[in-house]
DNA sequence: CCAAGGGTAGCCATGTGCTT
DNA sequence: AAGCACATGGCTACCCTTGG
């Protein structure tokens, strides 16, 4: 059954995951990237038919951040070229014997300066879903990967580095008063704004400034997002990156993930031969439409097949694209039986 | 999925009093 | 005047919950 009925996310986070690969694979540079999304926008504002954000605020607090990270885009330093959509194979011991092997796409893939094979998976989503106790989980796919490359490659761990680029934010440095720097995370829309009373208790020690000259040079550099306004020495204390997650490989973890992924995939296979498992779904977990999850996020209650089929025609919203699939990894240990290897990796990793 | 708000713990800038 | 220890208030990161 076709379930990717798609949300305003993931139509905004296809196209920018294109975007940066035709970037890094040298297709086009980064004015043309800054074009592109900026083209992008303005066509989605002009469809009426498009999926849309839930709030203007929720909106707005997305393109602005993006388009502040694709007109500040860094390219890291690295050696040879860049792989992007790189497949790659994971082979883990099934729960009951015989081998799981996953095949995957990473969307990013490089040397950096020191030989490190650097794995990147770019998030346009809210940092709060990354916070310290939710980063196991979220980073079952990455550290999958890892394990892959690890096997294939044969690349020592402590060589391989895993990372989410969280596209919203950037990591702000800058100079406390004590002369030690400091880091701190802010969205990038709004990182000179955040820094307003550092940057009044820097401009207050400036003897050249006048008090009126204050207000006037913070209000001008909030509006452009940018110090350019501000005085050499003052801007020179500070600078920003990317928002970097870095996420830790070792022997020990990668073995409790491939035992966790083989007794997931062993539960979801007995799971899925559940007979009548339609009607055993409908009566555990019963469609809620005030639950916001279920109205608009759950892959299986927004498809125009349970719409269909409950008669909720109405519902039915406008299809954005219709060619566009987000099928990012595919279990060939099923390879046989394929039709539910989507069913599976989202189970895993959705 | 998102933002917002509350609570908490820890860090930092600042002021004060004291000493050298 | 400069250095130090300490208290204070402010700020921030982090986590969790709530509600759309």
């Known amino acids: 059954m076709d379930l990717d009925k798609g949300n305003v996310y993931s139509e905004y986070g296809t196209f920018t995951h294109d975007a940066l690969e035709k970037l890094l694979d040298g297709e086009t540079t980064k004015e043309q990237t800054l074009e592109n999304w900026q083209t992008y926008v303005a066509e989605w504002r002009n469809n009426p038919r498009a999926f849309q954000f839930d709030t203007s605020q929720i909106r707005d607090g997305y393109i602005n951040n993006l388009t502040e990270y694709f007109d500040n885009i860094t390219i890291p330093k690295h050696q040879g070229s860049f792989s992007n959509e790189k497949p790659v194979m994971t082979r883990i011991k099934g729960a009951n014997g015989g081998t799981e092997v996953f095949v995957g796409y990473i969307d990013t893939e490089y040397t950096d300066e020191d030989g490190n094979l650097v794995l ?23 550290r999958l990967y890892a394990l892959g490359e690890h096997q294939t490659l044969d690349i ?38 955040k820094m307003k009373t550092k940057l009044t208790t820097k401009l207050r020690k400036d003897d050249d400034i006048q008090g009126f000259e204050m207000s006037e040079l913070l209000d001008k550099a909030i509006a452009a997002n940018s110090l350019a306004c501000m005085p050499k020495n003052i801007q020179d204390q500070f600078f920003i990156q990317d928002y970097l997650i870095e996420i830790d490989i070792n022997e020990d973890d990668l073995n409790e993930l491939a035992k966790e992924v083989a007794e ?6 007995s799971f899925e031969a559940i007979p009548n498992l339609e009607s055993y779904l409908e009566y555990t977990y019963p469609y809620d439409p005030d639950n916001y999850f279920d109205k608009k996020l759950c892959g299986y209650h927004t498809s125009d097949y349970f719409k269909e089929k409950e008669g909720l025609l109405e519902d039915i919203e406008p299809q954005a694209d219709l060619d566009k699939v987000n099928d990012d990894m595919v279990d060939f240990g099923d390879i046989f039986s394929s039709q539910e290897s989507d069913d599976v990796f989202n189970e895993l990793f959705g």
Do not use: A
């Not at 990147?120 to 106790?133: A, C, E, H, I, L």
């Not at 702000?172 to 701190?184: A, Y």
């Not at 997931?264 to 296979?269: A, F, P, Q």
């Open 120 to 142: 990147v998976d770019y998030k346009t989503s809210s940092k709060s879903s990354f916070s310290k106790s939710k980063l196991p989980e979220k980073s079952r796919q990455l």
């Open 156 to 193: 020592p761990l402590d060589k391989i580095k895993c990372r989410f680029n969280m596209l919203k934010y950037c990591e702000v440095h800058f100079k406390q008063e004590n002369g030690k720097w400091k880091t701190s995370v802010q969205e990038r829309s709004k990182w000179v704004e």
């Open 264 to 269: 997931k995939c062993r539960d979801i296979r």
